[in-house]
T-cell receptor, first 115, second 115 residues
Framework: AQTVTQSQPEMSVQEAETVTLSCTYDTSESDYYLFWYKQPPSRQMILVIRQEAYKQQNATENRFSVNFQKAAKSFSLKISDSQLGDAAMYFCACRYGGSQGNLIFGKGTKLSVKP | DTGVSQDPRHKITKRGQNVTFRCDPISEHNRLYWYRQTLGQGPEFLTYFQNEAQLEKSRLLSDRFSAERPKGSFSTLEIQRTEQGDSAMYLC?????????????FGPGTRLTVL
């Protein structure tokens, strides 16, 4: 079975500091895409960052970057200069099978940002 | 608002009743997905449509669940004879077929409580 695992149910970071959220996945497929989604309290899920499995270069979106370790099947999210608005549930997800297919999500990490 | 919308946002029902949820995707998106999210878990895939065709159904989608997407526009998800275990957030997402990412855009969800 294809699985996505987030081993940190909760994380906390001081405002302006850096935090890393962990994610591992398990698949035998060679073609897949990885995503981090943010779900603020009582608000809809939004895409934070995405990575193609065939690209070695780590994706970056402003303060958000990933550390993609394909051999280790690891896809961690680094948030730099954390802001109060970053507080949310963060879900790691994987889509297999090329351009088709549903997302498989991890259980999520709840990030708190302390002022 | 050009995002994905869902109606109702909240639904409370008694066990054994039927409920129906509606999802309106982003207008040019031909793919539509339904997910279920229970407390403390990531979203789990239920089913997806390409235009009006239902192409995949999860084993989570028991025979009490039915989804439709007439004319390839909005979609409805009906749950018959609701059970307390059906209590969850039901999320809808839509995407385009074209493009390597096929990014899924999520709606705000319908929170179902079965008493």
């Amino acid at each position: 079975a294809q699985t996505v695992t987030q081993s940190q149910p909760e994380m906390s970071v001081q405002e302006a500091e850096t935090v890393t959220l962990s994610c591992t996945y398990d698949t035998s497929e060679s073609d897949y895409y990885l995503f981090w989604y943010k779900q603020p309290p009582s608000r809809q899920m939004i895409l934070v960052i995405r990575q193609e499995a065939y690209k070695q270069q780590n994706a970056t979106e402003n303060r958000f970057s990933v550390n993609f370790q394909k051999a280790a099947k690891s896809f961690s999210l680094k948030i730099s200069d954390s802001q109060l608005g970053d507080a949310a549930m963060y879900f790691c997800a994987c889509r297999y099978g090329g351009s088709q297919g549903n997302l498989i999500f991890g259980k999520g990490t709840k990030l708190s940002v302390k002022p | 608002d050009t995002g994905v919308s869902q109606d109702p946002r909240h639904k409370i029902t008694k066990r054994g009743q039927n409920v129906t949820f509606r999802c309106d995707p982003i207008s040019e998106h031909n793919r539509l997905y339904w997910y279920r999210q229970t407390l403390g878990q990531g979203p789990e895939f239920l089913t997806y449509f390409q235009n009006e065709a239902q192409l995949e159904k999860s084993r989570l989608l028991s025979d009490r669940f039915s989804a439709e997407r007439p004319k390839g526009s909005f979609s409805t998800l009906e749950i018959q004879r609701t059970e307390q275990g059906d209590s969850a957030m039901y999320l809808c997402a839509s995407s385009l077929t074209q493009g390597i990412y096929n990014e899924q855009f999520f709606g705000p969800g319908t929170r179902l409580t079965v008493l």
